[in-house]
């Protein structure tokens, strides 16, 4: 006897499509499954037999074959697990096999028969609503995220009889309690969507007020940022305090964080409200920045989409890491290539970065930096080229023994968010009908059309551009700069004092020093 | 020495003088391992031939002694740079005395070294690892000497050497490189492209021969041969080590004229010129003092060509408007930094703006940690 059931298999960021097939016939009692099914599925067969049996239901002593169609995608994970048993249970006449019709099962199970939650299930709620079947039935602990999805009736089940009990026109479990729900789900995020540093106001920022300047202005368009300053300066402090000065996230931006967040395998209980803030360590390999290390695996570029992506010494990253890095700044997303499988995801992220300014960390600072010609050309290499080209400001942190501790701040975080938001609000008004919603994105053409200048800044980059401290790329990224202080100056013309600071902020290829001649 | 003085072709140094810078090159080992006392170096290579050769040479003195006395006949002679010897006209003046070397091998050309030093020449010596400020310092020198038709000498090797060579290059001057090997290997490679670019207008010249790898004795020796050179040596920063001071102590062994530039008092880096100051050297601010000091020294200096531009001086400053002239004197004295501008109460859009345009100008530079340095501009630019 034939029976037919329907899931899904994740495959980047999105879910595709798999209908199981089991077929029960006499013949050599065994549990054959077909289709380009990874280990995690070839296992679900220990599990499937156990749990039906642990339910209290028959598992037929004949010849089993599981067909996953369509034939050519690879499945991967144990997700497959709830819809593989009911097949299985309808083909041996203990479920009416038409019931497996237009409904979708996502669940593992457990040896007792119980459903467990698997990764993903954003992803799988989405494309079930999109593929036009109306319901989903999947894990209680899960079901709250996927109910996140508008116009498809989600269905919990904390077991296999409850599927079945479901499927047969009974009613679903009770989604969990949903205090309980979120304490997991918070138990379970650590480390995810929870920054990585608790929540931390500007207003602790003593001194250091032309970091913390540029630190709004690199918020207000979206600008890359390169710190750089001897050790113990505060560069992580400031850095850290970015997303308390960044706007919320918008409904679509939501959804996008919560769906990736949801591919990691953590729970997920209610739409991402905070921006996404990523700090990886320095011991990072390309595979865990972009991803793609395990099938399906999520690097930090893409979870740090939306957000920050903050590298912390940025020079001791290897050189391999960095220039990984040149996609996703580039076109915002990233494309994964293994032997087996491709994906594209979405990487459209602020990157700030911290480094020293020499390998000792001192150069600048009075004679304390022992570091030869050698060690900074070193150092220098290690930073310019492809990365240092596209951070857009710098900022040099120096020691200022005269007024350390006993500084005032400069703002406190909800003014510079007060400030960040209405410079956002003026570059989404401007440039909202281009498609692009922040300074930072904008390409040539726009450039062209939305910075005006007048002849003084004309003439102030020109002479940039004739002494050489101006390439092409770079007069670009000093003229979305300036435009995004003129947006914080709330002008609509960019005026010389802008292009001024933009151009005092222009990262210099040479970090540390005019010591090569 | 009447065999010596046998003229040969032009642009060849004569065979004594030849066979000398062949037998350093073949001791150029043990000489290396006498480096280790600069003093024992200095004197070893004041020795004549015959002294030399038994006092380094060891087991290998038999064999050297026969092929020396066959130069010339089978030994292969250095090809593709041109040489001249203290026996040819031109050779330059400073280079008499025991202490120095009887031949230089030149690249660029004999009769250009010959007409460089005919102009006044100027050694700037200093650290291998200096300042960022001292490295400005030492450009701006070299620029202004070299637009004001002086020969800047240095070696090529880290630090103020490469500034001074930088500055001329800037100027469209000329200057001498003193190399520490020879002239076929460009020691330390790292500097082959600026060594390139000196001998375009300039001069290389080294007392080895061609192939001969550059050791540190070789560097040390090139020292002598840089102050040699020179009426006036400028010491720009050096710490208070006998390796840093190596070439300011040799200039006042030979009783040449010897300047320094200060620094900050608390500084180690500038602990070497505050020391000699002390002990009598001229004290040199910028490339105005040279010129005085020369003046005083030698009369007013010759013509120099015209094409070239006058000194660049202060006059690029009076004309600024008001904020810039206040914003570069802070920054001259010690507001280095935006924060600390800001920090003395300025409108934070008013100093970027400030320090964009003085950068723009060339009045300031970027120095270490994003520091700004005030520096003279180069004429006709900005």
């Known amino acids: ?130 593929a036009g079947v109306p319901r989903l039935v999947l894990a209680g602990a899960r079901a709250r995220e996927a109910a996140l999805i508008d116009g498809l009736q989600v269905v919990a089940v904390e077991r296999l009889n409850s599927a079945v009990r479901v499927l047969d026109g009974g009613p679903g479990d009770a989604l969990p309690d949903e205090r309980a729900d979120a304490n997991a789900a918070k138990q379970r995020t650590v480390g995810t969507l929870a920054p990585a540093f608790p929540a931390m106001d500007l207003g602790e920022v003593r001194g250091q007020h032309h970091a913390v300047r540029t630190l709004v202005i690199a918020a207000a368009g979206a ?149 030869s010609e050698a060690d900074m050309a070193r150092h220098r290499r290690r930073l310019s080229g492809p990365l240092l080209d596209r951070i857009d400001l710098l900022v040099n942190l120096q020691r200022d023994t005269s007024r350390d501790l006993d500084a005032d701040p400069l703002l406190s975080s909800s003014q510079a968010r007060e400030q960040v938001a209405s410079a956002r609000e003026r570059q989404a008004r401007r440039l909202s009908p281009e498609g692009v919603l922040v300074n930072a994105h904008m390409d040539v053409r726009m450039l062209a059309l939305h910075v005006r200048l007048d002849e003084r800044c004309e003439r102030m980059l020109s002479v940039a551009r004739q002494a050489g401290l101006l390439s092409a790329r770079g007069e670009h990224r000093v003229l979305r700069v300036a435009r995004t202080i003129a947006d914080l100056g709330d002008s609509d013309r960019v005026r010389p004092t802008d292009v001024g600071a933009a151009l005092a902020l222009r990262p210099d290829v040479v970090l540390a020093g005019s010591r090569v001649a | 020495m009447s065999a010596a003085r046998q003229v040969m072709g032009s642009g060849r140094a004569c ?97 250009r070294l010959a007409k460089l030093t005919t102009a006044p020449v100027v050694a700037i010596v200093g650290s291998r690892k200096p300042s960022d400020y001292a490295m ?44 520490g090997g020879g002239l076929g290997v460009c020691c330390p490679a790292r500097r082959r492209s600026l060594y390139g670019r000196v001998i375009e207008a300039g001069c290389a010249v080294s007392e080895l021969p061609q192939k001969c790898n550059g050791r540190r004795w070789g560097q040390l020796a090139a020292e002598r041969i840089v102050v040699g050179l020179a009426q006036l040596t400028v ?50 601010r910028g490339p105005h003092d040279v010129l005085e000091l020369l003046h005083s020294m030698n009369g007013p200096l010759p013509d120099t060509d015209s094409d070239k531009p006058p000194l660049p001086d202060r006059v690029a400053v009076s004309g600024l408007p008001g904020e810039l002239q206040e914003t570069l004197a802070r920054v001259g004295s010690g507001c280095d930094t935006p924060e600390k501008l800001m920090c003395a109460g300025a409108d934070p859009a008013g100093v970027l703006l400030a320090l964009s345009e003085l950068e723009l100008l060339g009045l300031l530079a970027r120095g270490d940690g994003g520091r700004y340095l005030p520096r003279q501009p180069l004429a006709g630019l900005g």
């Not at chain 2, 050497?161 to 930088?166: D, P």
Request: aromatic residues 4%.
């Open chain 2, 235 to 284: 010491l720009v920063e050096a710490e208070h080590t006998p390796g840093e001071l190596a070439a300011a102590r040799i200039a006042q062994a030979r009783g040449r004229t010897l300047g320094a530039i200060p620094g900050r008092v608390s500084s180690p880096l500038a602990a070497g010129p505050h020391a000699l100051l002390r002990s009598g050297a001229e004290l040199i």
């Open chain 1, 1 to 130: 006897m034939l029976a037919r059931a329907h899931t899904f298999t994740i495959e980047g960021l999105h879910a595709r499509r798999v209908t199981v097939e089991v077929d029960i016939r006499r013949g050599l009692p065994g549990f054959a499954i077909v289709g380009l099914a990874d280990a995690a599925v070839r296992e679900a067969r220990e599990r499937i037999n156990a749990a039906i049996l642990n339910s209290g239901y028959e598992f037929p002593a004949r010849r089993i074959v599981a067909n996953l169609a369509p034939g050519d995608v690879r499945k991967a994970g144990p997700g497959l697990d709830l819809a593989l048993a009911c097949a299985v249970l309808g083909a041996s006449g203990q479920l009416a096999p038409e019931n497996l019709e237009r409904v979708v099962l996502f669940g593992e199970l457990a040896l007792d028969g119980a459903v467990r939650a698997s990764r993903g299930t954003l992803a799988v709620a989405h494309a079930t609503q999109r």
């Open chain 1, 223 to 371: 600008h890359n940022l390169l710190l750089s300053g001897p050790p113990g300066i505060g560069k992580t402090m400031i850095a850290g305090r970015l997303p308390s000065i960044l706007p919320p996230l918008s409904r679509t931006e939501a959804i996008d964080v919560t769906r990736i967040h949801s591919l990691t395998g953590a729970g997920v209980h209610a739409l991402a409200a905070r921006r996404p803030f990523r700090a990886p360590h320095h011991s990072i390999t390309a595979a865990g920045l972009l991803g793609g290390a395990r099938l399906g695996s999520v690097g930090e570029v893409v979870l740090a989409h939306h957000g920050v992506l903050f590298l912390d010494e940025l020079s001791e990253f290897t050189r391999p890491t960095l220039e990984a890095l040149r996609q996703p700044l580039e076109e915002g997303r990233v494309a994964i290539a293994r032997a087996h499988h491709s994906a594209v995801y979405p990487a459209r992220f602020m990157l700030v970065a911290a480094t020293n300014p020499c390998p000792c960390g001192y150069a600048g600072d009075g004679d304390r930096c022992d570091c």
């Open chain 2, 15 to 111: 065979a004594s003088c030849l066979r000398r810078s062949w037998l350093l090159g073949e001791l150029s080992g043990p000489l290396d391992y006498c480096a280790r006392d600069r003093q024992r170096l200095m004197e070893l290579l004041e020795l004549a031939d015959n002294e030399l050769l038994p006092a380094v040479a060891g087991r290998r003195a038999a064999e050297l002694r026969d092929r020396y006395q066959r130069f010339g006949a089978g030994e292969p002679t250095p090809t593709g740079q041109a040489e001249t010897c203290r026996h040819r006209a031109g050779y330059p003046r400073g280079l008499s005395g025991a202490w120095a070397p009887p031949m230089l091998e030149v690249a660029g050309g004999a009769q």
């Open chain 2, 136 to 179: 400005e310092i030492a450009r701006d020198l070299a620029r202004g000497l070299a637009t004001s038709g002086v020969t800047v000498s240095a070696c090529l090797t880290d630090g103020i050497s490469v500034a001074a060579h930088a500055g001329t290059l800037e100027a469209h001057g000329a200057s001498i490189a003193v190399m």
